[in-house]
């Protein structure tokens, strides 16, 4: 009988110790609102990311790899579909979230749709003009009367790009701008242009790949810009700020994890993005100092004011917003970091 037991309890004890194994490989999640254990209930979001799966969204793949959301009480899906407005949806408060560049909420606030940014997880607005090395484009003054190719005239690349002007005293009849599409790569190796506008961790990336020399010439060394970031709107400010802050603090906990270990926040993108390879490293690499800062996640005024200034120069803001200041709060930020 004695035999017997003993046999029952080493039985016993092999599974438990193969179990313990088992769980130490899996990422740590506790139990939903482990940080906040007054939430009420699990929700389910669509998150807007504004583009395609990719390296650069780390963060927010490490938040969800880790059980940074699920600690914060919630299932997120990622949604990168061109057709989703998440400025609309999340100002009509149909989603609660939505990744914006500064330009649009400014915009967007202009025609009383009542988004709020709460988080700026670029700290360097991310555009940059991109020229062939030979082509002597060292500064913004060498665009003077040379050729650059646009995917259009909107969005972060074309409001950056007019910041970089302003910022330099050209004005854009001082350049030979024209709409190229999102072929800024093809376009300037064929010769099409003598410059393109793109993202500082995109098409630099994608031309050293191939070979190719080239000058960058970054918006955020010239003017201080607000770029992407996270949005909410007025009514979950209002009614349910813990929502908010939960989502920021899962953010936050992704973004400084990816900026402590970038080759473990890489390894888990593998997991998002499909086909990811070994080579698409630089973009990750290339997106890390446009995150840095001595507490991630703040915005400044000043840099509201410098953006509108390049909205309203350029017409594409009829007169400066009623209150700046209501079109972003740091609250959150600063609840997570107190």
Request: net charge negative; proline share 5%; charged share 20%.
């Given at each position: 009988?004695?035999?017997?037991?003993?046999?029952?309890?080493?039985?016993?004890?092999?599974?438990?110790?193969?179990?313990?194994?088992?769980?130490?490989?899996?990422?740590?999640?506790?139990?939903?609102?482990?940080?906040?254990?007054?939430?009420?209930?699990?929700?389910?979001?669509?998150?807007?990311?504004?583009?395609?799966?990719?390296?650069?969204?780390?963060?927010?793949?490490?938040?969800?790899?880790?059980?940074?959301?699920?600690?914060?009480?919630?299932?997120?899906?990622?949604?990168?579909?061109?057709?989703?407005?998440?400025?609309?949806?999340?100002?009509?408060?149909?989603?609660?979230?939505?990744?914006?560049?500064?330009?649009?909420?400014?915009?967007?606030?202009?025609?009383?749709?009542?988004?709020?940014?709460?988080?700026?997880?670029?700290?360097?607005?991310?555009?940059?003009?991109?020229?062939k090395a030979e082509s002597d484009i060292f500064s913004p003054e060498d665009?003077?009367?040379?050729?650059?190719?646009?995917?259009?005239?909107?969005?972060?690349?074309?409001?950056?790009?007019?910041?970089?002007?302003?910022?330099?005293?050209?004005?854009?009849?001082?350049?030979?701008?024209?709409?190229?599409?999102?072929?800024?790569?093809?376009?300037?190796?064929?010769?099409?242009?003598?410059?393109?506008?793109?993202?500082?961790?995109?098409?630099?990336?994608?031309?050293?790949?191939?070979?190719?020399?080239?000058?960058?010439?970054?918006?955020?060394?010239?003017?201080?810009?607000?770029?992407?970031?996270?949005?909410?709107?007025?009514?979950?400010?209002?009614?349910?700020?813990?929502?908010?802050?939960?989502?920021?603090?899962?953010?936050?906990?992704?973004?400084?994890?990816?900026?402590?270990?970038?080759?473990?926040?890489?390894?888990?993108?593998?997991?998002?993005?499909?086909?990811?390879?070994?080579?698409?490293?630089?973009?990750?690499?290339?997106?890390?100092?446009?995150?840095?800062?001595?507490?991630?996640?703040?915005?400044?005024?000043?840099?509201?004011?410098?953006?509108?200034?390049?909205?309203?120069?350029?017409?594409?803001?009829?007169?400066?917003?009623?209150?700046?200041?209501?079109?972003?709060?740091?609250?959150?930020?600063?609840?997570?970091?107190?």
């Amino acid at each position: 009988m004695k035999s017997k037991c003993f046999r029952i309890i080493i039985v016993l004890l092999t599974l438990f110790l193969w179990l313990t194994a088992c769980q130490a490989d899996q990422p740590v999640v506790d139990e939903p609102f482990a940080d906040d254990p007054s939430a009420e209930e699990v929700i389910n979001i669509r998150l807007p990311m504004g583009f395609v799966a990719d390296p650069q969204y780390a963060p927010f793949y490490v938040a969800q790899e880790r059980g940074y959301f699920a600690n914060a009480g919630f299932v997120v899906e990622f949604d990168y579909s061109f057709e989703t407005d998440g400025v609309a949806l999340v100002g009509a408060n149909e989603l609660p979230f939505a990744i914006v560049s500064g330009e649009q909420v400014l915009l967007a606030r202009a025609q009383n749709i009542p988004v709020v940014y709460i988080m700026e997880w670029f700290q360097k607005f991310p555009i940059a003009v991109v020229s062939k090395a030979e082509s002597d484009i060292f500064s913004p003054e060498d665009l003077h009367g040379r050729s650059v190719g646009l995917p259009g005239f909107f969005g972060a690349s074309y409001v950056g790009y007019l910041g970089l002007l302003a910022a330099n005293d050209l004005q854009p009849e001082d350049v030979n701008a024209s709409d190229i599409g999102f072929n800024q790569v093809e376009s300037l190796l064929a010769d099409q242009a003598e410059a393109v506008v793109g993202y500082a961790n995109n098409e630099p990336v994608q031309l050293a790949g191939q070979g190719e020399a080239v000058n960058v010439i970054l918006v955020s060394d010239y003017i201080d810009m607000v770029a992407n970031g996270i949005i909410t709107n007025e009514t979950i400010i209002a009614e349910n700020p813990k929502l908010a802050e939960r989502f920021v603090r899962a953010v936050l906990r992704g973004l400084a994890d990816t900026l402590a270990d970038p080759d473990a926040a890489f390894e888990i993108s593998k997991n998002y993005v499909e086909g990811l390879e070994d080579g698409r490293k630089p973009v990750l690499e290339a997106s890390l100092p446009m995150w840095q800062a001595e507490t991630l996640g703040l915005t400044e005024l000043a840099s509201w004011e410098n953006t509108q200034q390049v909205l309203l120069d350029a017409a594409l803001m009829d007169e400066p917003v009623a209150d700046l200041t209501a079109v972003f709060t740091n609250d959150f930020v600063l609840a997570n970091n107190e």
